[in-house]
């Protein structure tokens, strides 16, 4: 799912684009914030809990009479946590002559100007979606803490083994991460992901070839075992499909 953090100081504002998104992507969960440090403490629970932000509305000119710091601030401090560093930005501003400086410095996809309509703010967001800048992705840090943003179309399987979760890709990288267990991977994955082991997720477009014999399926690469408690459901899939 993805999740959009809207950083405006005039409410209205801040109503109207919660408004405007909402219709159009009801399944999104729109955080909204109307101070720098409400948006700060979102951004770091978000990294926290491992459930990331998709993309940001950054209001610039955030309202100093509150004491509260510019836009640019809010953008510098949320590219200094590793999992933001390309997460796109799209700065809501009354001045667009600063827009050379927010697209160099923080890397922003883009900057919407002041007064905006609905039209407008949509258009952004269809941009970024058709450019391939938010999709729904699975947010993980590898155990060498680097950190990864993979479409589970892309992801084969999941196995877990101790404390880890090793994630396998169709461009024939295994992940190594502690960042889920397989039950919380599985809830983020969603019902393309099919349990057939206690220790393994497999994506069903990747499941074929069940072998009765030895209680395997055949993926991209090698084989994965079926559990006895999965074996009726593997098979009834199996069965469905390939009839």
């Given amino acids: 799912m993805n999740r959009v953090l809207i950083v405006e100081d ?7 684009l919660y408004n405007t998104l909402n219709p159009k992507y009801p399944d999104w ?5 109307y101070s720098y440090e409400t948006a700060i403490n979102s951004v770091v629970d978000s990294v926290m809990n491992n459930n990331f932000f998709t993309v940001f509305l950054l209001d610039i000119q955030l309202d100093s009479k509150t004491g509260d710091k510019s836009g640019f601030d809010l953008a510098s401090r949320i590219r200094n946590y590793l999992p933001y560093y390309r997460t796109p930005l799209l700065f809501l501003t009354a001045d667009s002559t600063c827009s050379s400086y927010a697209l160099s410095k923080f890397h922003c996809y883009n900057y919407i100007t002041k007064p905006y309509n609905s039209e407008d703010v949509l258009s952004e967001i269809e941009q970024l979606m058709l450019t391939g800048y938010i999709f729904d992705a699975i947010e993980i840090n590898d155990t060498d803490r680097i950190h990864h943003r993979l479409i589970p179309n892309n992801i084969i399987y999941v196995k877990s083994a101790g404390h880890c979760l090793y994630i396998a ?5 295994i992940y190594e991460t502690r960042s889920y267990s397989l039950k919380s991977i599985a809830e983020k ?5 099919i349990q057939c082991h206690k ?3 497999i994506n069903e477009a990747y499941l074929s070839n069940y072998d009765n014999v030895t209680k395997c399926v055949r993926i991209p690469h090698g084989t994965i ?4 408690q999965f074996r009726n459901t593997i ?3 199996i069965n469905r ?3």
């Fill in 241 to 243: 499909s390939y009839t």
């Fill in 10 to 16: 005039d409410e209205f504002q801040g109503f109207y």
């Fill in 189 to 193: 994955l969603g019902t393309q992901f």
């Fill in 199 to 201: 220790q393994y997720l």
């Fill in 235 to 237: 098979e009834n899939y």
């Fill in 225 to 228: 075992p079926i559990g006895r």
């Fill in 169 to 173: 890709t169709t461009d024939s990288n």
């Fill in 29 to 33: 969960d729109i955080v909204m914030c």
